[in-house]
């Protein structure tokens, strides 16, 4: 490591190992709040009728992304305990979106899609972290195919198309997959940039919405192409 001693390397790489590892406790957490809300939501019908049963579903597809649009633009101005709040606040926000799938599919292939985008997931980051290759630009790349994705995605709300959705969910598992490792390397670079600032402790909570927001797509996107419907 250029410009370090031994013993700056040292204390670095211990920062950097605790840093991710505080990116994938957040990340973890997450996850489990957004499935025991969506969970308890989708298997309780008084829940779930009031939801998607009537005009405030709207309210429950978009509210994840106004979130995330409110999340990115206020960080700056929020504690560090603040943005962690407030992330696993919008993973309140998504479980209530995510609470659907337990009415439209089964719970088997409910469980199978998160097996295959956990295990996607995990391979992936594992690379993102360790390769000596630079993906910035495979990065400004995927970012492109996601923004396509996310309109053909709202284009695709209204028009209910099969054939786009198949396109959608095939291009999607490919996209989020590659941003998994792209943004994997981006956090660690990220730390290493920054290392020895405040800054770091919310680096780590927007490295974990980045990191939770591939691993949702991915397994929505899995369960999409691989889902047994009810």
Known sequence: MPG???????????????????????????LIITGIVAAVIGNTPALYQPIFGTPLKWVAIFAPLAFVFFFTFRIDKMTDAGA????????????VSLASIFIVFTGASIAQ????????????????????RDLTKMGSFLMMGLIGIIVASLVNLFLASSALQLVVSILGVVIFTGLTAWDTQRIKSDYLHYAGTQATAKLEVMGALSLYLNFVNLFQLLLNLMGERE
């Open 4 to 30: 370090y001693s031994r013993a700056d390397a040292a204390t670095v790489d211990a920062g950097l190992r605790s840093h991710m590892l505080g990116v994938f406790r957040n990340m973890g957490i997450g």
């Open 113 to 132: 899609a998160f097996f295959a985008a956990a295990v996607m997931f995990l391979a992936m980051a594992l690379w993102g972290y360790t390769t000596g």
């Open 84 to 95: 962690r709040t407030a992330f696993y606040a919008f993973s309140a926000v998504m479980g």
